[in-house]
């Protein structure tokens, strides 16, 4: 079974400053990882995912990730976010394969104040 | 080119009643998912399709059941409504069903079971 934990339910900054937003994983698996970011009364939006290769990926607007295994964790970071980052981010989990099925986090409130 | 769209958007329903909810993928996918997202909770998934076969199903009851057409849209229907059924049941499609094939989500229909 895969689960994910997203340490920090709620995520105050101020605008300019970097942000940290946590995620650990557990699967028997190798996986796959992703970072939704969700806007108020919208959908979901891809924000960056992990599939192989680099343990860093990017994402076009200044968000970036890092695989790491040993850890089994897939922080998100932004260096210095802006008050249009102010959105509910999700993390999620594909042990891969034919297993298409998303295991979400609960989800981390990042509200970014001027 | 268009996103995944949902339809309705909003719908409110009273216990015991009956739902339907409909999908729409991205042209060229072949692969829908549904999944439930109870306020202040990360989504959960219900069901996946692909090539109009069900592939998986999340745990639900079975007052839960979906469908894929042949132009590959999909209606997720819950019958005898419950309190707790209350949630945005968001739609994602894919180009196929491989852990590696990015899911894309629609803007979701928001239910209330009164």
């Known amino acids: 079974a895969q689960s994910v934990t997203q340490l920090d339910s709620q995520v105050p900054v101020f605008e300019e400053a970097p942000v940290e937003l946590r995620c650990n994983y557990s699967?028997?698996?190798?996986?796959?990882l992703f970072w939704y970011v969700q806007y108020p009364n919208q959908g979901l939006q891809l924000l960056l995912k992990y599939l192989s290769g680099s343990t860093l990926v990017e994402s076009i607007n200044g968000f970036e990730a890092e695989f790491n295994k040993s850890q089994t964790s897939f922080h998100l970071r932004k260096p210095s976010v802006h008050i249009s980052d102010t959105a509910e981010y999700f993390c999620?989990?594909?042990?891969?394969?034919?297993?298409?099925?998303?295991?979400f986090g609960k989800g981390t409130l990042l509200t970014v104040n001027p | 080119d268009a996103g995944v769209t949902q339809s309705p958007t909003h719908l409110i329903k009273t216990r015991g009643q009956h739902v339907t909810l409909r999908c729409s993928p991205i042209s060229g996918h072949k692969s829908v998912s549904w999944y439930q997202q109870v306020l202040g909770q990360g989504p959960q998934f219900i069901f996946q399709?692909?090539?109009?076969?069900?592939?998986g199903r999340g745990n639900f009851p079975d007052r839960f059941s979906a469908r894929q057409f042949p132009n590959y849209s999909s209606e997720l229907n819950v019958n005898a409504l419950l309190l707790g059924d209350s949630a945005l049941y968001l739609c994602?499609?894919?180009?196929?069903?491989?852990?590696?094939?990015?899911?894309?989500f629609g803007p979701g229909t928001r239910l209330t079971v009164l």
């Open positions: 699967s028997s698996v190798s996986v796959y």
């Open positions: 399709y692909y090539e109009k076969e069900e592939r």
């Open positions: 999620a989990v594909n042990s891969g394969g034919s297993n298409y099925k998303l295991t």
């Open positions: 994602a499609s894919s180009l196929g069903s491989w852990g590696t094939d990015t899911q894309y």
